[in-house]
């Protein structure tokens, strides 16, 4: 870990926090940490910045064990495990601490929220959320070596019908409209996002469906559809 100049870190502390970018004023939990981690690398991958406060005060680095913990957290909360970059750098005579983590190549990165306990997580905006069955099971079709094969049904013609029509649709109410239980619901909507027509967005803590986007904003989950 090297110093550097600080005006890097100071027009990153300016932008404030966003899908690849959070501050920590400290870090006192190795699990907690982990969360952050595998949101990163499970979509865009990102940077954390240590030492800083929400608001973007500089409060800076209390000691070097907060490196280790976050060593830990890579290496023993996440599964895979997380290989990240860290620069130190010296702003206002504080330390504050750059970690870099890029997007996996091993979707889904799990951590061990508690013990036996491992979750998924992704980043929208500036927030790390749990990731649902949806994105698991779009992950695992992405990793299958064979083709995708899909029949296009009245559901599926239904659906992108409605679409056509409205910006969006929850899961419940493409339950509703096209009369078929929840995992039938999942299966149509994971084929469609693996084949790139339709995408998951999040809003007011809740996720629905829409056409994608030729360049999704941010909280489309850009890295993950």
């Not at 600080?6 to 004023?25: N, S």
């Not at 969360?35 to 406060?53: E, H, Q, R, S, Y």
């Not at 013990?115 to 749990?130: S, Y």
Request: net charge positive; aromatic share 10%.
């Amino acid at each position: 870990m090297i110093n550097k100049d600080i005006h890097y870190v100071k027009k990153l502390i300016a932008v404030g926090e966003h899908q690849q970018l959070d501050f920590k004023f400290e870090i006192s939990d190795s699990r907690k940490i982990a969360k952050t981690l595998v949101a990163f690398a499970n979509t865009n991958g990102g940077v954390l910045l240590i030492g800083v406060k929400d608001n973007g005060n500089i409060a800076g680095v209390r000691s070097e064990e907060e490196f280790y913990m976050v060593e830990a957290a890579a290496s023993l909360y996440c599964k895979p495990k997380i290989e990240f970059q860290v620069r130190k750098w010296t702003v206002e005579g504080k330390a504050v601490l750059e970690v870099t983590i890029s997007k996996g190549d091993q979707l889904p990165y799990l951590a061990e929220v508690e013990p036996n306990k491992w979750l998924a997580f992704i980043r929208v905006n500036d927030e790390t959320i749990l990731a649902n069955n949806i994105h698991l099971k779009v992950w695992k079709k992405r990793h299958q070596k064979k083709g995708i094969f899909i029949e296009f049904s009245d559901k599926e013609k239904l659906l992108l019908q409605y679409l056509e029509i409205n910006p969006n649709i929850s899961m419940s109410k493409f339950c509703k409209v096209a009369m078929i239980t929840k995992k039938a619901a999942e299966n149509i909507l994971v084929n469609l996002i693996t084949l790139g027509l339709i995408e998951m967005v999040y809003s007011n803590q809740h996720f629905s469906f829409t056409f994608k986007r030729k360049t999704p904003e941010p909280s489309r989950l850009s890295g993950f559809m």
